[in-house]
């Protein structure tokens, strides 16, 4: 009992905890892809995002958001766990970086707060990017509440669906799925998609192994 209310609070706990968006700038800066821009969504609280899902979809403001037209842009939001944020994000990015960066052209970063998903697809319209890669805090469960998730859309637009993305989900190494692993698993999915046209469900990773048996690979439908 006693663990499972530690569990339970540790979920509750990574769900509310704001994001240090001063420190994941630097952290993201270190990456070497250039100043990240910050955006939020039109919830204006943590507890408006929790009531509102809508007002996590949209952005308060985008004026700030650089049109550099690459392959490939990278939205970092704090999503459900702005712990697993925190705790993976840069990481995670400069694995991404490392293994797209000889074959594509990387777009400066944006910090999403109050995001859902969604929001990325504003933030890829201003920016101009062919493909989306959003890395959000996922759901905190009882027994992990820093998973961080990846979410791939190819040719962003506001009013794009779940069944027109790609995730790559429980990124929280050493017990989750590793940073290099899934950054191969997202450069086979960018190339899929740039050769079918489109991601989502017609989409499929072809990039397994054994290495992912601790990680899950959704499309989502």
Do not use: W
């Amino acid at each position: 009992m006693l663990e499972f209310r530690a569990a339970h609070a540790a979920a509750r706990d990574a769900v509310h905890l704001p994001l240090d968006a001063d420190e994941l700038t630097r952290q993201v800066e270190a990456v070497g892809l250039g100043s990240p821009v910050r955006v939020t969504s039109r919830a204006g609280s943590r507890a408006e995002y929790l009531r509102r899902p809508d007002l996590g979809r949209l952005p308060a403001d985008l004026a700030g958001v650089p049109h550099s037209g690459a392959d490939l842009g990278f939205v970092l939001g704090d999503g459900l766990s702005p712990r697993a944020l925190m705790d993976h994000g840069a990481a995670l990015l400069g694995a991404l970086a490392e293994e797209l960066s000889d074959r594509f052209s990387l777009a400066p970063p944006v910090i999403a707060t109050e995001a859902r998903v969604a929001l990325g697809d504003h933030i890829a319209e201003a920016m101009g990017v062919r493909t989306l890669i959003v890395l959000i805090g996922e759901r905190p469960g009882l027994s992990v509440a820093d998973s961080l998730g990846i979410y791939l859309t190819h040719l962003p637009r506001p009013g794009r669906t779940d069944a027109d993305r790609n995730c790559v989900s429980n990124i929280h190494p050493p017990e989750g799925l590793g940073y290099a692993q899934a950054a191969k698993v997202v450069a086979g999915l960018v190339s899929g998609a740039r050769k079918l046209g489109r991601s989502g469900v017609d989409l499929k990773d072809t990039s397994r192994s054994d290495a992912l048996s601790s990680g899950e690979v959704l499309t989502l439908d």
